[in-house]
């Protein structure tokens, strides 16, 4: 398992994400840090984890592509991973 940080340049907070599967993450996505903030949050490249921080979001490759956006299909085909949020243990058993 891979983690990783995000930090949001507008509101600067982190969140910490995992790999459940092996593929591509994004340098950038949208603040989920702070609900409402605007903000983007770029990645730290898997080297800096804040201490004792457990991960929030995953970062899974999706089995169904029926209902993807031609520019969502072009990334899942190159490997990207989809982002999920690590609520309960039934998100992480729903893409496994």
């Known amino acids: 398992m891979r983690l990783n940080s995000y930090t949001c340049t ?4 982190v969140i910490v994400t995992k790999d459940i ?5 994004p340098f ?7 609900e409402g903030c605007d903000g983007t949050m770029e990645s730290a490249f898997y080297s800096r984890i804040p ?7 995953g970062w899974y490759r999706r089995s169904d ?16 991973l ?11 058993r729903k893409v496994k």
């Open 51 to 57: 201490a004792n921080t457990e991960p929030t979001w």
């Open 28 to 34: 950038m996505i949208t603040c989920r840090a702070t």
């Open 10 to 13: 507008k509101c600067k907070k």
């Open 65 to 80: 592509t029926r209902n993807m956006s031609t520019d969502e299909l072009d990334y899942h085909n190159n490997g990207g």
């Open 82 to 92: 989809f982002i999920l949020k690590l609520q309960t243990p039934e998100c992480e």
């Open 21 to 25: 599967h092996k593929g591509t993450t």
